[in-house]
Protein backbone atom coordinates (compact mmCIF):
# COMPACT_ATOMS: atom_id res chain seq x y z
CA UNK A 1 0.00 0.00 0.00
CA UNK A 2 1.10 3.16 -0.89
CA UNK A 3 0.49 7.03 0.84
CA UNK A 4 -2.82 7.03 -0.83
CA UNK A 5 -3.95 3.48 -0.20
CA UNK A 6 -3.30 4.24 3.65
CA UNK A 7 -5.50 7.61 3.65
CA UNK A 8 -7.90 5.74 1.51
CA UNK A 9 -8.50 3.43 4.33
CA UNK A 10 -7.96 5.52 6.82
CA UNK A 11 -10.83 7.49 5.55
CA UNK A 12 -12.74 4.68 5.21
CA UNK A 13 -12.12 3.49 8.86
CA UNK A 14 -13.54 6.56 9.90
CA UNK A 15 -16.63 6.35 7.78
CA UNK A 16 -17.18 3.23 5.27
CA UNK A 17 -20.40 4.60 3.86
CA UNK A 18 -18.24 8.32 2.53
CA UNK A 19 -19.02 8.84 -1.08
CA UNK A 20 -16.78 8.55 -3.67
CA UNK A 21 -17.16 12.26 -4.27
CA UNK A 22 -15.98 12.64 -0.98
CA UNK A 23 -13.33 10.88 -0.71
CA UNK A 24 -11.68 12.15 -3.66
CA UNK A 25 -12.04 15.51 -2.50
CA UNK A 26 -10.46 14.66 0.94
CA UNK A 27 -7.50 12.75 -0.73
CA UNK A 28 -7.07 15.21 -3.81
CA UNK A 29 -7.39 12.56 -6.48
CA UNK A 30 -10.01 11.46 -8.86
CA UNK A 31 -12.79 9.58 -8.12
CA UNK A 32 -11.90 7.30 -10.79
CA UNK A 33 -8.90 7.00 -8.67
CA UNK A 34 -10.54 6.15 -5.51
CA UNK A 35 -12.78 3.04 -7.57
CA UNK A 36 -10.22 1.82 -8.91
CA UNK A 37 -8.03 1.73 -5.73
CA UNK A 38 -10.90 0.51 -3.29
CA UNK A 39 -11.48 -2.48 -6.04
CA UNK A 40 -7.80 -3.52 -6.34
CA UNK A 41 -7.51 -2.95 -2.09
CA UNK A 42 -10.79 -5.61 -1.98
CA UNK A 43 -9.43 -7.74 -5.40
CA UNK A 44 -5.88 -8.24 -3.11
CA UNK A 45 -7.73 -9.07 0.01
CA UNK A 46 -6.20 -5.57 2.13
CA UNK A 47 -9.86 -4.69 2.55
CA UNK A 48 -11.99 -7.48 3.67
CA UNK A 49 -15.34 -6.06 3.53
CA UNK A 50 -17.26 -3.05 4.98
CA UNK A 51 -18.99 -3.40 8.16
CA UNK A 52 -20.99 -2.11 11.31
CA UNK A 53 -18.71 -0.66 14.15
CA UNK A 54 -20.47 -0.16 17.03
CA UNK A 55 -19.27 2.65 19.56
CA UNK A 56 -17.40 -0.03 21.80
CA UNK A 57 -15.96 -1.47 19.06
CA UNK A 58 -14.56 1.63 17.10
CA UNK A 59 -10.54 1.70 17.68
CA UNK A 60 -8.67 3.61 15.07
CA UNK A 61 -5.87 3.34 17.19
CA UNK A 62 -3.16 0.08 16.67
CA UNK A 63 -1.42 0.66 19.86
CA UNK A 64 -3.95 -1.14 22.27
CA UNK A 65 -3.98 -2.89 25.26
CA UNK A 66 -4.88 -2.69 29.07
CA UNK A 67 -3.19 -1.67 31.99
CA UNK A 68 -4.31 -2.82 35.51
CA UNK A 69 -3.93 -0.15 38.24
CA UNK A 70 -3.38 -0.57 41.76
CA UNK A 71 -4.79 1.89 44.38
CA UNK A 72 -3.82 3.56 47.43
CA UNK A 73 -6.95 3.87 50.20
CA UNK A 74 -9.62 4.69 48.78
CA UNK A 75 -9.25 7.19 46.39
CA UNK A 76 -11.23 4.67 43.54
CA UNK A 77 -13.49 7.43 42.46
CA UNK A 78 -11.00 10.15 42.39
CA UNK A 79 -8.70 8.11 40.33
CA UNK A 80 -11.33 6.72 37.88
CA UNK A 81 -12.48 11.07 37.64
CA UNK A 82 -8.85 11.71 36.82
CA UNK A 83 -8.71 8.60 34.15
CA UNK A 84 -11.72 9.76 32.31
CA UNK A 85 -9.91 12.18 30.59
CA UNK A 86 -7.44 10.24 28.93
CA UNK A 87 -8.23 10.56 25.60
CA UNK A 88 -6.42 7.34 25.45
CA UNK A 89 -8.52 5.27 27.68
CA UNK A 90 -11.44 3.46 26.00
CA UNK A 91 -13.07 1.83 29.26
CA UNK A 92 -12.49 1.75 32.80
CA UNK A 93 -13.70 -1.22 34.91
CA UNK A 94 -13.32 -1.99 38.26
CA UNK A 95 -12.47 -5.43 40.17
CA UNK A 96 -11.68 -7.54 42.76
CA UNK A 97 -8.08 -8.79 43.73
CA UNK A 98 -4.60 -7.72 43.26
CA UNK A 99 -6.01 -4.99 41.15
CA UNK A 100 -8.67 -2.31 41.55
CA UNK A 101 -9.07 -0.97 38.07
CA UNK A 102 -8.21 -2.20 34.14
CA UNK A 103 -8.37 -0.05 31.78
CA UNK A 104 -8.58 -0.26 28.28
CA UNK A 105 -6.55 1.87 26.02
CA UNK A 106 -5.72 2.38 22.16
CA UNK A 107 -3.08 5.25 20.72
CA UNK A 108 -1.97 5.86 17.45
CA UNK A 109 1.79 5.03 18.35
CA UNK A 110 3.91 3.33 21.33
CA UNK A 111 5.25 7.16 21.72
CA UNK A 112 1.37 8.27 22.20
CA UNK A 113 1.38 5.47 24.57
CA UNK A 114 4.56 6.08 26.39
CA UNK A 115 3.22 9.54 27.15
CA UNK A 116 0.12 8.76 28.36
CA UNK A 117 1.65 6.37 30.54
CA UNK A 118 4.10 9.01 32.05
CA UNK A 119 0.81 11.24 32.46
CA UNK A 120 -1.13 7.99 34.51
CA UNK A 121 1.71 7.33 36.58
CA UNK A 122 1.86 11.41 38.32
CA UNK A 123 -1.93 10.62 39.45
CA UNK A 124 -1.56 10.87 42.97
CA UNK A 125 -3.21 7.47 44.82
CA UNK A 126 -1.89 5.20 42.10
CA UNK A 127 0.69 2.93 43.56
CA UNK A 128 0.91 0.32 40.88
CA UNK A 129 0.08 -0.41 37.33
CA UNK A 130 0.95 -3.12 35.40
CA UNK A 131 0.27 -2.64 31.34
CA UNK A 132 0.12 -5.29 29.06
CA UNK A 133 -0.14 -4.84 25.16
CA UNK A 134 -2.49 -7.00 22.49
CA UNK A 135 -0.61 -8.47 20.09
CA UNK A 136 -3.51 -10.47 18.07
CA UNK A 137 -7.20 -10.99 18.87
CA UNK A 138 -7.83 -14.47 18.66
CA UNK A 139 -11.43 -14.18 19.03
CA UNK A 140 -14.04 -11.27 18.82
CA UNK A 141 -17.45 -10.48 18.36
CA UNK A 142 -16.71 -8.38 15.27
CA UNK A 143 -14.92 -11.33 13.77
CA UNK A 144 -17.65 -13.82 14.71
CA UNK A 145 -20.56 -11.36 12.76
CA UNK A 146 -18.30 -11.36 9.65
CA UNK A 147 -17.52 -15.30 9.56
CA UNK A 148 -21.40 -15.63 9.77
CA UNK A 149 -22.41 -12.79 7.35
CA UNK A 150 -19.81 -14.76 4.74
CA UNK A 151 -21.09 -18.37 6.01
CA UNK A 152 -25.03 -17.48 5.34
CA UNK A 153 -24.12 -15.35 1.62
CA UNK A 154 -22.44 -18.37 0.16
CA UNK A 155 -25.34 -20.96 1.82
CA UNK A 156 -22.67 -22.82 3.41
CA UNK A 157 -23.73 -24.35 7.31
CA UNK A 158 -21.87 -22.89 10.53
CA UNK A 159 -19.16 -24.58 11.62
CA UNK A 160 -17.46 -24.20 14.43
CA UNK A 161 -14.40 -22.18 14.51
CA UNK A 162 -10.73 -24.10 14.21
Known amino acids: MDD ?10 RNARMAISDLAAELGVARATIRSRMDRLV ?3 EILGFTV ?4 DASDRPVRGITLIEIEGKGNERIVSRLRGFP ?3 TIHSTNGRWDLIIEFGTETLADLDEALKRLRLIDGIVASETSLYLA ?3 SSRASARR ?3 TIATGQALKPAT
Open 53 to 56: VLKG
Open 148 to 150: RDE
Open 88 to 90: EIQ
Open 43 to 45: ANG
Open 137 to 139: TQR
Open 4 to 13: IDRRLVGALR
